[in-house]
């Protein structure tokens, strides 16, 4: 199973950007998906999550700018990032989690880094 994020980069404050994950090896539906985030010097926290029945669930310091959704034809996860501010910077990280009774995994990517910067 590998989950490969791209679609970080620089972004200007007020700006959006629109990171993506792609989930190989596995089936992406019936699993819940997310975004995690990790600045420098924190510890990593959620940004978002949707489960396998679209039920979202966003950080308050995202509500309103942040939206994640899911292709599960494509097998794909994204986010859209809006009215970015500087304190979104951090590296951005896909997660997937398997549970089923009597079994429980998460799956992670690499991460992408989003810094926000003028």
């Known amino acids: 199973v590998q989950l490969q994020a791209s679609g970080g980069g620089l972004g200007q404050p007020g700006g959006s950007l629109k990171p993506s994950c792609v989930a190989s090896?596995?089936?992406?539906?019936?699993?819940?998906v997310g975004w995690y985030r990790q600045a420098p010097g924190k510890q990593r926290e959620l940004v978002v999550g949707?489960?396998?029945?679209?039920?979202?669930n966003y950080a308050d310091s995202v509500k309103g700018r942040f939206t994640i959704s899911r292709d599960n034809a494509k097998n794909t996860v994204y986010l859209q990032m809006n009215s970015l501010k500087p304190e979104d910077t951090a590296v951005y990280y896909c997660?997937?989690?398997?549970?089923?009774?009597?079994?429980?995994?998460?799956?992670w990517g690499k991460g992408t880094l989003v810094t926000v910067s003028s």
């Open positions: 997660n997937l989690k398997v549970r089923r009774p009597g079994y429980a995994r998460d799956y």
């Open positions: 949707v489960t396998s029945g679209d039920s979202k």
């Open positions: 090896g596995i089936i992406f539906s019936g699993n819940d």
